[in-house]
């Protein structure tokens, strides 16, 4: 039979009904709502006309459809995340592309845009349109967000890995335009003073715990998860070097977990030079998740 014909053994409600019972099965908590991304992701339909259309009429699966189907259900129930199967994640409103490159941007990462933004909403005018760095874009995610709100800002992503980088400039050359920079290099090396906003979501993850994470985490890049022993390595490298690049005024931001924090503040008042203030935010459950370091600002002439 060609593969454009349809299967006119199931209709797509019993499609999506076995899919679910699939992925309940094999323990996926979230079963329901994974069903209806994988049929809506195979059968490239928009949210808003998938419900009409599966429970609508009697809609038949190519067997293109078909096979694309139960490819897709076995790569999720053999540990794939979603995101990774469907090649996109929503981040802050925007349509991301994903892949095995690149973190699935998370909801509560959302916190850090919303305190750049809240920042610069509060600079002075007077200072010029600012700087924003991304310290570990991944697939660019806070970097676009930030940037899709912040017009005046000039935004740049950095980050180590080739292939993330590659995802992040695909993102921004579909959502944006070329108005983010991004740059290939280790943590802060390759930016030069003075920045006003220095951003992140480093790996953070004490190395000892990785083994121990779900198994769709696992499947995301070790070098975005892996912090080393106390998960703090890259945050001890990124308060040094933002010590020295923040102009006066200029904020750290940087998402990591609340155990962390009491040790993350004392490393930035130890580190970073001429420090103003440093506190912590909690995300919308209520868990302390980003750090906020101010740097002094200069003296009046
Ligand atoms: C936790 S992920 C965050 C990705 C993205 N910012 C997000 O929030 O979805 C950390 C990112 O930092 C990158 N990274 C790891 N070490 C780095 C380094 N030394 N310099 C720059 N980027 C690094 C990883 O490749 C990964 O993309």
Known sequence: MSGSQPDHHRTLRHSLESIRSELREHGIYEWQIEADVLLRHVLGVARSDFLSLVYGGDSHLTHTQLHRLDASIKRRIGGEPLAYITG???????????????LIPRQETELLVELVLDHLTSRDEGHGPPTVVDVGTGSGAVALAV??????????GVEISPSALA?????RDRLLGSCVEFVLGDLLTAIAAPVDVILSNPPYIPSGTLASLAVEVRREPTVALDGGV????????????????????????????????????????????????????????????????????????
């Open 88 to 102: 996109q994640r929503e981040f802050y409103g925007l349509d991301l592309e994903v892949n095995e490159s690149v």
């Open 147 to 156: 940037a899709a709100h912040a017009d005046n800002a000039r935004v740049i």
């Open 230 to 301: 106390d998960g703090l390595d890259h945050f001890r490298r990124l308060a040094t070097q933002a010590g020295e690049r923040l102009a006066p005024g200029g904020v750290l931001i940087v998402e990591i977990m609340p155990e962390q924090m009491d040790a993350a503040v004392e490393i930035v008042r130890r580190t970073v030079i001429s420090i103003a203030s440093v506190s912590t935010r909690s995300d919308l459950m209520g868990n302390s998740r980003a750090l906020v370091a101010q740097k002094e600002l200069s003296p009046l002439p």
């Open 167 to 171: 995802v992040a400039m695909r993102n």
